[in-house]
């Protein structure tokens, strides 16, 4: 009998293939028909990035089925070797799938703004009785639901196998990394996949993942893949100019609105909630995607606030800020950016909003970093002969540590009207 299953064509992995003659089989395929989980179609993965490289159009939702998909080739992989559960087995598969779900507009932009993150969502999505997904998991085991969320959470056991969904290695990294670098058409994050799903091991008396001797070099070269996408992918000073413009525009839409300045046209949608400052429920989140906010800023370029109006058209237009690198002393940033300021405010544009310091950098989940309480994010190799042992890769690996002195930026965004007169003044600093 010929074996059923469902195939995704990917651009990454080639094939996906889901057995759908199995119970779980058929649940990973009911969560991908879902509709919180193809509502992650409607979000794009990069955000904002395709300011800056026109084919990064690619989703959430391509994104996490190879999340899954990767999750499935180290599940088998592992239990070649390791007694693994059948039902942790499926909790891993299901959290690698879902570990986006909560994902809002814009990804991270909008998340700065309205101070949420998107894993409590996705853990509030998996435990609900009103969500599809959460039905649908419930359904297939009562106990579920709490496994996914403890995936997502990092306080389930085995730990070990939660390392597989949330962690320096994981799943999620290696296919964005990948995937990311694909659709920019930068080369940076490509990495040794293969070998690493061959050298991936468990630590059962630790209960941690580890790397075999042979895949050290592999490990470095994808911790060194995910550094440089950071510098010249995902901190494009093009892609941060984007956002900041997308921030000041939403920062200036909630100001008028919570004012009674700016009045909510066509029928209420989450996107009012947001403007007032409200909450938004588990149901308005999963119902708000990167087109409900596209749809708001394409109205109000035709707004009665010249700024507002301005900073959509300049957002639609792709008439983005210029972004100038600066290196000031510490002692003299603050009379540095009243001086930018000046210059801002002399134009006759409102500094609040057209002046963006941009100096992000080394966030937790971007670097390696030996520094950290929580076993999850260090990265363990074997290492050593006659007997070798297990150490923490930066111990052994002077690439590692050559990563651990991380990266900033540290920019001004303005508009490109003023490039002249910016250019001349950080000459003087």
Known sequence: MALTQRNYRDSVHNMIPVNTDTDEGKLIVSLIDSAEFQRLRRIRQLGLAYFAYQSAEHSRFTHSLGAFHLASRMIARLSLGYNIPENVQTAVRVAALLH???????????????????????????????????????????????????????????????????????????????RDSLMTGAKYGIFDLEWIIKSVEIDEAEDRLYISAAGIYAVEDYLQARYYMYRQVYFHRTLRSAEAILRVLINRALELYRGGKLAWTGPLTPMETVLAGTKLSLKDHLELDDADVMFSIKQWKHSDDPILADLSHRFLDRRLFKAFDINVPDERREEFIGACRDVVAKAGFDPAYYLVEDRAGNAPYSFYSNDSSDVKNLIFVEYGVPKPALCEISSISAAVRGLQEGYRIDRICFPAELKTEMAELCHTY
């Open 100 to 178: 986006d779900l909560g994902h809002g507009p814009f990804s991270h932009v909008i998340e700065s703004i309205l101070g949420f993150h998107h894993e409590e969502f996705t853990i509030a999505a998996v435990l609900s009785d009103d969500t599809e997904v959460g039905r649908l998991l419930r359904a297939y085991s009562p106990n579920l639901p709490e496994d996914v969320a403890s995936i997502i959470r990092g306080d389930f056991r085995p730990l070990a196998l939660a390392q597989l969904v949330s962690s320096q290695l994981d799943v999620d990294r290696m296919d964005y990394l990948l």
